[in-house]
């Protein structure tokens, strides 16, 4: 048995080009799906998960974040005046009571990586949690990182989130190569970024959730640039394998990959068809411009 994690780091400072032009203004985490935006749905499922501490990495740019995250007085007073009880609690529950948010700024967009080991001082010596917000992850039982986390706490192990991507896709990912299968997980033995499909050890793709060693800190310290010239996470990751156990784990859910257009609107549609108010209008808006 390991400890339960309870701090989750929300790597957030990226520069989000593919959503240019909305990103030159409006951070990709802030982008919304129906109502809430992509954060929120991170940050609901790592509290779900147990953890209490939320460390956003962020850097100049993304004062929205942090606003969103802060209170704000004058609109709770409006709403609470005009009786609208319903939105006041909207907006009080973005984070739950006992939850604290913590803000690290990273300088320079220098990689996943660097992002991850700029929370050292504020996660210290014990596992954590990353969450990529752009990959949301829909699931009708437990989210993918409490699935995660429930297995880290049985075995102390890293835990990484993999989906199995098309061949010709392995280039756009993260790709694992891991002992068999003992049902969601295997032992990775390899891990490689980016690989071309001729080269890549197999077709599971790291996706946006992982579970980790605080080893990987004194690690990241040491990787250099690697693949895009960034600090890759992936590098240090692979470093970790010839010490600690790290398990790939193929999380119970959907995911969908919200720093691509594609993705945003496919996450949008299934969360239209989920809510209940919306779901029958926006299923007959959908059939009209289908049947167009
Ligand atoms: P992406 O590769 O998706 O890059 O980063 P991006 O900048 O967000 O988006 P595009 O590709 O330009 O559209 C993966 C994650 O790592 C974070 C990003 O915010 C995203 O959550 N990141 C990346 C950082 O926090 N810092 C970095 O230096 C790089």
Known sequence: MSVRIKKAVFPVAGLGTRFLPATKTVPKEMLPIIDRPLIQYAVDEAIEAGCDTLIFITNRYKHAVADYFDKAYELEQKLERAGKTEQLEQI????????????????????????????????????????LPDDLIWNRGDGALKQMADLNEASGASVIAVEDVPHEKTGSYGIVATDKFDGRKGHITQIVEKPKPEDAPSDLAVVGRYVLSPKIFELL?????????????????????????????????????????????????????????????AREVMQKMLAE
Not at 103 to 127: M, N, R, S, Y
Not at 226 to 252: C, K, N
């Open 92 to 131: 009080r529950h973005v984070l739950p009571k006992g939850v604290r948010a913590v803000f690290v700024t990273q300088t320079e967009a220098l990689g996943l990586g660097h992002a991850v080991l700029c929370a050292k001082p504020i996660v210290g010596d014990e596992p954590f949690a990353v969450l």
């Open 221 to 281: 310290e040491s990787t250099g640039t690697g693949a895009g010239g960034e600090i890759q996470l992936t590098d240090a990751i692979a470093q970790l394998l010839t010490s600690e156990q790290v398990d790939a784990f193929r999380f119970e859910g959907t995911r969908f990959d919200c720093g691509t257009h594609l993705g945003l609107v496919e996450a949008t549609v299934r969360f239209a068809l989920e809510n209940p108010k919306l779901a029958g209008p």
